[in-house]
């Protein structure tokens, strides 16, 4: 199984339950709230934060999430799973440590470059998702011209000190196959200073 590979590339993978969306009887403007988003993704640089990950059967992997703009993001997972994704700035990696296999792609061909491309404009390829819940802010990116990349829908909590005023609690993505997977994030950290190393990787194929 690939765990993570969902929410980075167009591949198939087990997935979780997705997070509850409704429609709300009072909402802000949606353009008010993706330019919220906007301005949160603007004020971000870098992140850490604990992830868990729910597949179909139930199974739970956990693992720390780093992130640099531009382009560089580390699924390290717990230890005794030898799986690692990595991207340097310019390609992401999925790495397999059991059988020594190494896959790479454009970071451009992520639904997560939304999270590591600060150049990207969010309004053309994004839109607000109404939640029921007016303390949640959901935005689901999506390229028509490529729906191989799959779409994800980012969750949001409203906090004041927070970038922005927002807290993004995790994601949901789902591949051309339709295929889902859910990613929960906790101890979020926002512009931490991140180590030079950090997405770096030993290549099991040398």
């Given at each position: 199984?690939?765990?993570?590979?969902?929410?980075?590339?167009?591949?198939a993978i087990a997935a979780?339950?997705?997070?509850?969306?409704?429609v709300p009887a009072i909402a802000a403007p949606a353009s008010d709230e993706l330019k919220a988003v906007q301005d949160h993704l603007a004020k971000v640089n870098t992140m850490t934060a604990d992830f868990t990950q729910t597949d179909r059967a139930g199974k739970?992997?956990?693992?720390?999430?780093?992130?640099?703009?531009?382009?560089?993001i580390r699924f390290?997972?717990?230890?005794?799973?030898?799986?690692?994704?990595?991207?340097?700035?310019?390609?992401l990696y999925f790495i397999d440590y059991s059988v020594k296999q190494v896959s790479r792609w454009p970071v451009k061909d992520s639904p997560l470059s939304i999270l590591l491309d600060p150049?990207?404009?969010?309004?053309?390829?994004a839109k607000i998702v109404p939640s029921a819940d007016p303390r949640i802010l959901s935005v689901e990116a999506y390229d028509p011209k490529h729906p191989e990349y799959g779409r994800i829908t980012l969750i949001f909590a409203r906090q004041a000190s927070a970038p922005g005023g927002l807290m993004l609690q995790g994601w949901v993505a789902v591949d051309s196959q339709n295929n889902r997977t859910t990613v929960r994030?906790?101890?979020q950290k926002f512009n931490v200073?991140?180590?030079?190393?950090?997405?770096?990787?030993?290549?099991p194929r040398k």
């Open positions: 199984m690939k765990p993570i590979l969902l929410a980075l590339a167009p591949m979780g339950t997705a997070l509850p969306l409704a739970v992997l956990t693992g720390k999430l780093t992130l640099e703009k531009p382009g560089k390290q997972y717990e230890k005794g799973v030898p799986i690692l994704v990595v991207g340097d700035g310019r390609s150049n990207r404009d969010a309004s053309k390829y994030l906790n101890d200073k991140i180590p030079n190393n950090s997405f770096r990787f030993n290549d």
